[in-house]
């Protein structure tokens, strides 16, 4: 069934109450199950597990990736099985909604985790207490839903702001849930499929396991390069490249994420790589700036940590500029981000009084957390109380910027904002890293998580569902997201201590760019070495001229200078992993695309359930796997 939808005339000349109540009267679908005991246990269940796929990801590439649609597809063939076998009944269509908007809300987070937190605990070489990390992310997450969910009849009921990957959800579970059945089926069975594929390589994958059930033999290589290394050794520069990390991984998860991401990001990712790794890195290493390790037998080795130690310097510059140039090169980000905000209500009858979450949860909600935030944030990082209530009214403002971003492009800047709070707080905390790290963390992550649950509110204004119940579905995913990943991060990434947080398979590069912009704000650049300091300054440049191409191109130039600027805080292998999945994909839909052939149904339709299969299992499988080999061999 078609979803039903104001035209632009409409929604450009109604006014809000006109919107509301043809809503209502046209999209409303009343009492139709939504936030149900079903739905709940599946949405923070699939939403606990689908997270330590993030945090997987995110160890990998700083980035996290929505599980709404993973959520909605594995939860319909669920409960699609269970109704053919006579064990349930199927899920509503408002059913899956809400418990996709509980599921993405456990997968959010992780965020935390692979960025603010890791990097405090990185610069203080100190393991947070577990519970400490529970409580302060679950904080944070809530203290997002109080700031979101006022924003949503602006944004969503009034401007009706497309929320492009929301928007996709919703349409995915229309289909699903009123369209062919079969074609529901089929990609049900095909994120599955290939999950159960990704699992299976990710336990072939390990030697310990294979050995122990006596399979080593067929074990896959970590490095599909090693039977070169058998005939001699590949150099640049005299130089191992090994030691380089230019080498071709089996991760096909990562592959997986390429294809996600898309062609253009890929191609940015390569060529950053090969310029770090093959040239830049090379030079530095002869001239003395990347400094190895010396081995007992005389060798000096290298790798990923000491070749990134000196190039994300000039990476992190390239990011920061190339993120806020094209932040500031849309004014009216900040105008429409602030229009209309404080007019008064027109509505002298508000039709959804009884179905939006009343106004009085937010007017006592957010001074009440907002404080506990604060109080939180003094215990926990012992930022000054002063320095915490500063930090609130940014997260106003921050989280009014960030949605209107959501909202236009599904791209929530993140990593814009906190390089934001961390110069604004290391002028306000000169010299305190800690405050720094604290501080930034609590606007951008508030900020962030408030802009991407409104993404998935979205869906349920299409659908016809209640807000109020998607308010409390948001809550049970932050419980169920903290719950299952706190102890799996811990476990998996923290057992040996934050010294070994960061290594060459899990570099943690948002981690490591958080920690490196409060260093720099909070020490000074002169304490780099000239050449990173040159590296700054070039990579600073760059990032404003290529960025400033793809503005003047309506983005037409391919090269990003985010894409660019990443590949020196992500090992070369990852790099070209995911540029070998994007490539793949983009082969598969010029050669396919609208062919009508069984590879345009499969690659190309159903590209996002190939990828979100492949990265659910494996990502899982790869958590599992570490566990395994360290607790239980």
């Known amino acids: 069934m078609a979803i039903k939808s104001l035209n632009e ?92 908007s509980i599921a993405t809300a456990a997968g959010y987070m992780t965020s935390p985790m692979i960025s603010s937190l890791a990097a405090y605990m990185l610069v203080t070489n100190q393991p947070l207490p577990m519970l400490t990390t529970m409580v302060w992310i679950s904080s944070i997450a809530i203290l997002g839903v109080l700031f979101a969910f006022p924003l949503k009849r602006r944004f969503i009921n009034d401007e009706q702001h497309p929320f492009p990957e929301g928007r996709a959800a919703g349409v995915v579970m229309d289909a699903l849930h009123s369209g062919d059945a079969a074609e529901g089926l089929l990609k049900a069975k095909i994120l599955i499929s290939t999950g159960a594929f990704s699992a299976l390589v990710k336990i072939m994958s390990s030697h310990p396991i294979m050995e122990k059930i006596k399979l080593g033999f067929l074990t896959i290589p970590e490095y599909l390069d090693e039977w070169v290394y058998k005939i001699g050794v590949l150099k640049i520069g005299g130089i191992d490249l090994r030691q380089l990390t230019v080498r071709l991984d089996s991760d096909i998860v990562m592959m997986a994420a390429g294809g996600l991401m898309g062609i253009r990001t890929g191609v940015s990712l390569i060529i950053g790589a090969v310029l770090n790794y093959c040239i830049i890195a090379p030079l530095m290493i002869h001239r003395g700036d990347i400094v190895g390790k010396a081995l ?105 910027i960030a949605v209107n971003s959501t909202a236009l492009t599904s791209i929530t800047p993140i990593g814009a904002m906190g390089k934001l709070t961390q110069l604004f707080f290391g002028i306000l905390a000169p010299g305190n890293i800690t405050t720094n790290l604290a501080t930034a963390g609590i606007t951008a992550e508030v900020a962030g998580n408030a802009a991407n649950l409104l993404m998935d509110i979205k869906p349920g204004y ?109 090992p070369f292998n990852t790099c070209l992993a995911m540029f070998l999945g994007s490539l793949f994909f983009w082969l598969a839909q010029q050669k396919w695309e609208n062919t009508k052939t069984w590879a345009d149904r499969v690659l190309v339709q159903n590209m996002e359930p190939i990828c979100a299969g492949i990265i659910a299992g494996g990502a899982i499988m790869g958590i599992a796997v570490i566990i395994i080999e360290n607790f239980a061999l």
């Open 462 to 570: 299409m659908l016809g569902g209640k807000p109020r119940q998607q308010a409390i579905g948001h809550v049970l995913g932050i419980i169920a997201g903290a719950v299952i990943s706190v102890p799996v991060f811990y476990l998996v990434f923290l057992h040996k201590g934050p010294a070994n947080l960061i290594s060459e398979q899990y570099p943690m590069p948002a981690a490591t760019i958080w920690k490196a912009v409060a260093e720099v704000l909070t020490q000074g650049i002169s304490k780099l070495p000239v050449s990173a300091q040159w590296a700054v300054l070039i990579g600073g440049l760059l990032g404003i001229a290529l960025e400033a191409v793809r503005v003047r191109t309506k983005g037409r130039f391919w090269l990003s200078g985010i894409g660019i600027g990443l590949a020196t805080v992500i």
């Open 9 to 100: 005339q409409q929604i450009r000349e109604w006014t809000l109450e006109q919107k509301d109540r043809w809503w209502f009267e046209n999209v409303w679908r009343g009492d139709m199950p939504q936030l149900t005991v079903r739905s709940a246990l599946t949405g923070m269940l699939l939403g606990g597990v689908l997270s330590l796929t993030n945090l997987y990801v995110g160890a990998k590439t700083g980035w996290t990736l929505g599980v709404g649609i993973t959520s909605v597809i594995l939860a319909f063939a669920m409960f699609k099985l269970l109704s053919s076998i006579g064990l349930g009944r199927e899920f509503t269509l408002l059913e899956n909604n809400c418990m996709q």
């Open 296 to 400: 007992a037998d005389g060798t000096v080795q290298y790798g990923f940590k000491s070749i990134t130690m000196w190039a994300l310097w000039g990476g992190v510059a390239m990011m920061t500029t190339a993120s806020l140039f094209a932040f500031f090169a849309k004014p009216q980000i900040f105008l429409s981000a602030f229009k209309g905000l404080f007019k008064k209500s027109e509505q002298q009858n508000d039709v959804l009084k009884d179905i939006e979450l009343p106004m009085s949860v937010f007017v006592v909600g957010i001074p009440v957390v907002g404080g506990i935030v604060v109080y939180l944030a003094h215990k926990f990082f012992g930022v000054s109380v002063i320095l915490g209530i500063i930090a609130l009214p940014l997260i106003f403002i921050f989280t009014l």
